[in-house]
C-alpha cells in the first residue's frame, strides 16, 4: 500500500532519498508505486536508522472497503510486536469472557431472589385465604345464630295465633327458617374442610419455603463468591493487558484497538496452510503468503481489515 508522506517530514524524506543512494538503492526503485513492497523495505531501513516509526512516518492506516490496507510496520522487531499483538488477542478474549460472566453472575443472583420472592408470596397468599376463610366461617356462625333465634321466636308465635290463615303463615316462616339454617351449617362444613385443607397446604408451604431459602442463601454466597473471583481476575487481566499494551508503538496500538472493536473484538487472525484469513474466511493472495510466512512485517487482511499471521 502507498504512504501518504506529511508535510512535516519532508526534510525526513531528503535525508532518506541520500541514504538510499549510498546504499545503493534506487530512488526510483524505492519509491516506485509498481512495487510497494520494495518500497516498504527501503523505508523501514530508513526509519531505522533515523528512529521513525513507519507507521506514524505514513500517518497510519483508515480504511473503508476491501481494497485498502493499513501500512505495514517494518523493522527487526516485527516479530516481537506480532507476538505482543497475539498475546493482545488472548488477553482481551480473556476480558470479554470475564466481562460476559461477570455481567451474568448479578442476573443470577437476581433470579434467585426474585424465585425466593415467589415462594414467599405463596406463602402469603395461602395465609390470606386462611385468614379470609377464617373471617366468612365466624360470620356464617353468626348467621346461623341468628337463623336458630329467628326460628325460636316463630315457633313461639305458633301459640299466639288465632286463626289457621295466621298459622299457616308462620308454618311456612318456620320452613323458611329451617332452610336457611341448614344453608348456613352446609357453607359452614365447607368453610371448616377448607380451613383444614388450606392448614396443611400452608404447612407445606411453609415448609418447602424455609428449604428453598436456605438453597438460595448457598446458592447466592456461592455466586457471590464467584462474582469476587472474577472480578479480581479482571483485574489483574486488565492490568496485564495494560502493561503488555505499552510494548507497541502508540500507532500500532491504536490500529489493533480500533479494529478491535470493529471487528467483533478479534483484532488478530491466523492464516493456516488453506490460505485464507482465520478471521473472514476470505482467500490470501500467494504473494502477500509469501511475506506472511517470510515475517518480513505486520500484514493485515485486504478483505477484514484484521492483523494477520503465520500458523502451522
Do not use: H
Not at 125 to 138: C, M, Q
Not at 169 to 175: D, S, T, Y
Not at 226 to 232: D, F, G, H, R, S
Not at 265 to 289: K, N, T, W
Amino acid at each position: 500500500m502507498a504512504c501518504r508522506r506529511r508535510p512535516g517530514l519532508r526534510s525526513a524524506v531528503n535525508r532518506f532519498d541520500a541514504l538510499s543512494r549510498s546504499d545503493a538503492f534506487s530512488r526510483s526503485d524505492a519509491f516506485s508505486r509498481s512495487d510497494a513492497f520494495s518500497r516498504s523495505d527501503a523505508l523501514s531501513r530508513f526509519c531505522a536508522r533515523n528512529r521513525f516509526d513507519a507507521l506514524s512516518w505514513c500517518g497510519g492506516g483508515e480504511w473503508g472497503g476491501a481494497n485498502i490496507v493499513p501500512v505495514l510496520l517494518m523493522g527487526d522487531n516485527v516479530d516481537a510486536q506480532l507476538q505482543t499483538l497475539i498475546d493482545l488477542q488472548g488477553f482481551d478474549a480473556k476480558i470479554a469472557g470475564l466481562e460476559s460472566e461477570a455481567a451474568r453472575l448479578p442476573r443470577q443472583i437476581e433470579a434467585l431472589q426474585t424465585a425466593l420472592a415467589e415462594a414467599k408470596k405463596t406463602v402469603e397468599t395461602i395465609k390470606t385465604k386462611v385468614d379470609s376463610t377464617r373471617k366468612d366461617l365466624r360470620t356464617k356462625e353468626k348467621d346461623l345464630e341468628v337463623a336458630n333465634v329467628k326460628r325460636q321466636k316463630l315457633e313461639a308465635r305458633l301459640y299466639e295465633v288465632k286463626t289457621n290463615k295466621e298459622y299457616s303463615a308462620v308454618l311456612l316462616e318456620i320452613e323458611e327458617a329451617k332452610q336457611e339454617k341448614a344453608k348456613t351449617e352446609e357453607e359452614i362444613l365447607g368453610l371448616m374442610e377448607m380451613q383444614e385443607r388450606l392448614a396443611v397446604d400452608i404447612k407445606d408451604a411453609e415448609q418447602r419455603f424455609k428449604t428453598r431459602e436456605e438453597q438460595a442463601r448457598q446458592d447466592e454466597a456461592a455466586v457471590r463468591k464467584k462474582l469476587a473471583t472474577v472480578e479480581q481476575e479482571l483485574g489483574i487481566v486488565r492490568a496485564q493487558r495494560a502493561s503488555r499494551a505499552k510494548e507497541l508503538p502508540v500507532g500500532v496500538l491504536a490500529s489493533y484497538d480500533r479494529i478491535l472493536k470493529a471487528r467483533g473484538g478479534v483484532a488478530v487472525a491466523a492464516v493456516s496452510a488453506a490460505g485464507v484469513c482465520g478471521g473472514c474466511r476470505v482467500g490470501i493472495r500467494p504473494q502477500a503468503l509469501q511475506e506472511l510466512r517470510g515475517a518480513t512485517g505486520l500484514m493485515v487482511c485486504e478483505s477484514c481489515g484484521r492483523y494477520l499471521y503465520w500458523q502451522e
